[in-house]
């Protein structure tokens, strides 16, 4: 069965630092691998997703992710974080039937 | 921008009562998912449908839950009777089709309290 982790429970970051959001998974084939953020009291959004090709995803709101095979990574950067980004990043694995398992997610706090 | 209607956003109970939550998705999107969100936790899915079929209720506890479609379009979860356990947040999304490339788009969420 597939499962993911995320290694970090809750990450603080200043303004204008960089950002990295670890997550590893398992699962027998070729994972599709997501990236999602929810903002306190909001549903999920798609950061960005990684299904086969370049292993440098590229994602909304200056996101970007890398896909190591041989480390079973998919780690979440941002160069520079903004108040705004402040939220719970979660990590997901989709298999070949069509299931997405999340991972427990990590809280980012960005202090001014 | 089309998005993933649910209500209430909030509910509050007393443990042995009924609940119920609704949902409407995208419009044009097949697939919808209900996913519980239990607080410091991933969403993990209760039951997924295609059109007004069931296609996955494996982590559905089919007890005291239960989950419709009728026409294919929104959709309803109930609980009944609901416990302390079932405090959680209950997400529903929708995807154009069920494949694991149709982006999952997620609504606000219903914030369950069972007291």
């Known amino acids: 069965a597939q499962s993911v982790t995320q290694p970090d429970i809750h990450i603080t970051v200043s303004e204008g630092a960089s950002l990295e959001l670890r997550c590893n998974y398992s699962?027998?084939?070729?994972?599709?691998l997501f990236w999602y953020v929810q903002s306190p009291g909001q549903g999920l959004q798609l950061l960005l997703k990684?299904?086969?090709?370049?292993?440098l995803v590229q994602g909304i709101k200056g996101f970007e992710a890398e896909f190591k095979r041989s480390q079973s990574s998919f780690n979440l950067r941002k160069p520079s974080v903004h108040w705004s980004d402040a939220a719970e990043y979660f990590c997901a694995v989709g298999t070949n039937d069509y299931k997405l398992s999340f991972g427990a997610g990590t809280t980012v706090t960005v202090r001014a | 921008e089309a998005e993933v209607a649910q209500s209430p956003r909030y509910k509050i109970t007393e443990k042995s009562q009924a609940v119920a939550f609704w949902c409407d998705p995208i419009s044009g999107h097949a697939t919808l998912y209900w996913y519980r969100q239990i607080l410091g936790q991933g969403p993990e899915l209760l039951v997924q449908f295609q059109d007004e079929s069931v296609v996955d209720d494996s982590q559905l506890p089919k007890d005291r839950f239960s989950a419709e479609r009728l026409k294919g379009v929104d959709s309803t979860l109930k609980i009944q009777p609901a416990e302390l356990g079932d405090s959680a947040m209950y997400l529903c999304a929708s995807s154009l089709s069920g494949r694991a490339e149709n982006e999952q788009f997620f609504g606000p969420g219903t914030r369950l309290t069972v007291l």
């Open positions: 990684y299904f086969s090709g370049d292993t």
């Open positions: 699962y027998g084939a070729t994972p599709y």
